[in-house]
């Protein structure tokens, strides 16, 4: 089954405490990305990658780290945590990136909570 | 500014009813428009995508239809049903020189479906 799988579902942790949010995906899919939704903004695109060891920065990237050593798995890196980075997290994948006749797949999602 | 907007910001209906939902955009020129429908705390599904040549485009019940001339799309839910309740995000693919554009995300109309 085609499927981005996000790991953990939830995860509650304390600021400062370095984490990591892993993301994979199994449809061969050049493009992945991390976006966060807060309640009244929407998504809102942290980090993307393009393929392998390409990465670039979204719209909100102050405080989070990536990395694309692999087609499939794309983590994201939160090296001091902060409460303002208490949030919903969601992987996405796609073929190309915006492309006509390809669709973003979205992960499950991680609701992550700073204290 | 590249803008997508939406609304209502939140709808209840009756089950059995019909809905439209009305999605306004400034990008331009753009690749392609999306309609996701995200359940609470997962994450976004994909409904229909549009090419800018391309007027509507059915889902089973969801029939999404696009106007580039006034950039305008909306989303037509026929005979509701509770399981509709969720929030549906419009999306929008920019187009910029041949390359194609992050996504930009409308905040989304939420759905509520009453029996």
């Known amino acids: 089954e085609a499927q981005v799988t996000q790991n953990p579902r939830y995860l509650i942790t304390v600021t400062g405490k370095k984490l990591t949010v892993t993301c994979s995906q199994n449809m061969n899919h050049e493009y992945m990305s991390w976006y966060r939704q807060d309640p009244g903004l929407g998504l809102r695109q942290i980090y993307y990658?393009?393929?392998?060891?390409?990465?670039d920065k979204g719209d909100v990237p102050e405080g989070y780290k990536v990395s694309r050593k692999e087609k499939r798995n794309f983590p994201l890196i939160l090296e001091s945590p902060s409460p303002n980075q208490t949030s919903l997290y969601f992987c996405?994948?796609?073929?190309?990136?915006?492309?006509?006749?390809?669709?973003?797949?979205f992960g499950q999602g991680t609701r992550l909570t700073v204290v | 500014k590249n803008q997508v907007e939406q609304s209502p910001q939140s709808l209840i209906i009756l089950e059995g009813k019909n809905c439209t939902l009305q999605?306004?955009?400034?990008?331009?020129?753009?690749?392609?428009l999306r309609w996701y429908k995200q359940d609470t705390g997962r994450g976004p599904v994909s409904l229909t995508i549009m090419t800018f040549s391309e007027n509507t485009k059915s889902n089973g019940r969801y029939t999404a239809t696009l106007d580039a001339d006034t950039k305008q799309s909306s989303l037509h839910i026929t005979a509701s049903q509770l399981s509709d309740s969720a929030s549906y995000i419009c999306v929008v693919s920019p187009n910029y020189g041949g390359s194609q554009g992050n996504l930009i995300f409308g905040k989304g109309t939420k759905l509520s479906v009453k029996p």
């Open positions: 996405a994948s796609s073929l190309g990136q915006g492309r006509r006749d390809t669709e973003a797949f």
């Open positions: 990658s393009m393929n392998v060891e390409v990465t």
């Open positions: 999605c306004n955009y400034t990008v331009s020129p753009f690749s392609n």
